[in-house]
């Protein structure tokens, strides 16, 4: 599967994945990689740029009128939550990609030049020092919320809609909220 990355109307670029499994992948690399044949690569992204300056979903962030981005790690997430809570025609919540578990200041000025106010960070539940991390980048120029995925194994595509709709509703941390509870655990 290949996804256009835009940016301002521009296609800038691409991510390409593969339609296996991880674990297909794995178990075949395994055999090629004792045969010495090919390995497959589960992303191949495009080369000529650099996503630390991009946003996937960017466009449809609306300037002065999306109140609220919801700032996931990849691709498949943001189809998982615009799928889940049916954001497809909502202007004032939109989900956005980083391309991985951080943010770039060139991203945070993207969101600041559309007039975004509130952030939920919605990265995976593993990503506990990453999420603190990029909250307290994120405060100076956004409120922020996390959404506080309970069970670390599981992502934005493997939640039901109830798990999503109970984050949403119940889960929301502040940063202080959401660094306290991570101490306790």
């Known amino acids: ?11 800038v670029g691409y991510v390409a994945r593969h339609t296996w499994s991880k674990e297909e992948i794995d ?6 990689k004792r045969a010495g044949e090919y ?16 946003l996937y979903n960017y ?4 300037e002065d009128e999306t ?5 996931v790690e990849g691709i498949f997430d943001v189809v998982a939550i ?15 990609a980083t391309f991985g578990k951080k943010v770039s ?13 509130t952030v939920v960070l919605g990265f995976d539940g593993d990503a506990v020092s990453a999420i603190k ?12 919320f996390i959404a506080d995925i309970a069970d670390p194994t599981k992502d934005w595509q493997d939640l039901t809609d109830t798990d999503i709709f109970e984050i949403f509703s119940g889960r929301l941390r502040s940063p202080l909220e959401y660094k306290l509870s991570k101490l306790q655990e």
């Open 1 to 11: 599967m290949i996804f256009p990355v835009i940016d301002s109307g521009d296609v």
């Open 27 to 32: 178990n075949y690399n395994r055999k090629a």
């Open 39 to 54: 390995q497959i690569r589960r992303f191949n992204n495009s080369t000529q740029n650099d996503f630390v300056k991009l």
């Open 59 to 62: 466009d449809a962030v609306i």
């Open 67 to 71: 109140d609220t981005v919801i700032l």
């Open 82 to 96: 615009t799928r889940k809570l049916e954001l497809y025609d909502n202007p004032h919540f939109v989900a956005v």
């Open 105 to 117: 200041q060139a991203q945070i000025y993207k969101l600041q030049t559309k007039g975004v106010r």
């Open 133 to 144: 991390q990029t909250a307290t980048e994120l405060s100076p120029y956004f409120e922020v």
